[in-house]
């Protein structure tokens, strides 16, 4: 009997180019759905991946990377509950901690990992979803627990993540201000928050104009470096709570702890990594999906539609700064 396979794009030494392959198909474990993978989301860290510069991803090359993926339910393990073959999915699988990633026909994912997609989204605004929105949730809802009549500042408001935590901040009743370069104000107020340009303001001038020199109630930092420190000294004095989910340099705390400010980290790559708390992942993108159906939650799109053949192109879009919007590869499924 032969050996049933599928095409994937592998990653064989780091800096090098993804190139297609047939590989073995995966069958479905206990616990785990085979997806026909119909779209990849692009992420900035597949691009450090493939260069060989993301050892926190723990993802040893070769390997197929991508996380997002969006697809149908191809078929079920054992113990799967809640899912039927034909199901549209979406969720963050793979591509990390040796984990095949959704640059390939199908993928066998732990089933507590996705989440049924949206009927109106399609398949590619699926994919572009799941990493942005948890590192977005898991910052503002899980951490610094966001609620009416706060005030809250995103910086790098028109990013990937930056624009789904302006609309959950929006969505549990902040006032939310967000900061970019000029040509992305109207991204940004399309969103709903007010545009703060950042290069041109210093944090001090900001924090007067918008809090009367209080600070804000919670600082999301999308950017890491310099625009943590600043962060830290943008947080509301006695109860300020800055999260960041690229916290990963050396910092002073002094201005946090002046303020008697608190801090979180995310890092969202952590349950792929050790295996502990997929299922509230899953829990994420179906409140996101509910957010979506009712109409409080979008994604904001690159135009430029990749087509499997063209995934260097995509990342190479990626890593130049061009995407305007999630650059998603898709059409090796229907």
Known sequence: MSEITMQALVVEEAGAPLRQL???????????????????GVNPLDIKIRAGKAAHARQPL?????????????????????????????????????????????????????AHKPAMLSMREAAALPLIVITAWEGLVDRARVRAGQTVLVHGGAGGVGHI???LARVAGAEVYATGRASQRAVIEQYGATFIDAE??????????????????????????????ASFAAARTYGGHVVSCLGWGTHSL???????????????????????????????LREAARLVEAGKLS??????????????????????????????VGGYAV
């Open 299 to 328: 994604v904001r799109m690159d135009p430029r539609e990749f087509a499997f053949a063209e995934a260097n192109a995509s990342h190479a879009a990626v890593e130049a700064g061009t995407a305007q919007g999630k650059i998603v």
């Open 165 to 167: 935590a302006v609309q």
């Open 62 to 114: 070769p390997a197929v990377l991508g996380l997002d993926l969006a697809g149908t339910v191809e078929a079920l393990g054992d113990g799967v509950n809640g899912y039927a073959v034909g199901d549209a999915v979406f969720g963050m699988t793979g591509g990390v901690g040796g984990l095949q990633g959704s640059l390939a026909e199908y993928a066998a994912v732990d089933a507590a990992l996705l």
């Open 22 to 40: 047939t590989l073995p198909r995966p069958v479905a474990g206990p616990g785990q759905v085979l997806v026909r993978i119909a779209a990849s």
């Open 254 to 284: 002094a201005p946090l702890s002046f303020r008697a400010a608190t801090y979180s980290g995310v890092f969202t790559l952590l349950p792929l990594l050790t295996g502990r708390g997929h299922a509230h992942h899953g829990e994420i």
């Open 200 to 229: 041109a303001h210093a944090v001090a001038d900001y924090v007067q104009q918008y809090t009367a020199g209080e600070g804000f109630d919670v600082v999301y930092d999308t950017v890491g470096g310099e625009v943590l420190d």
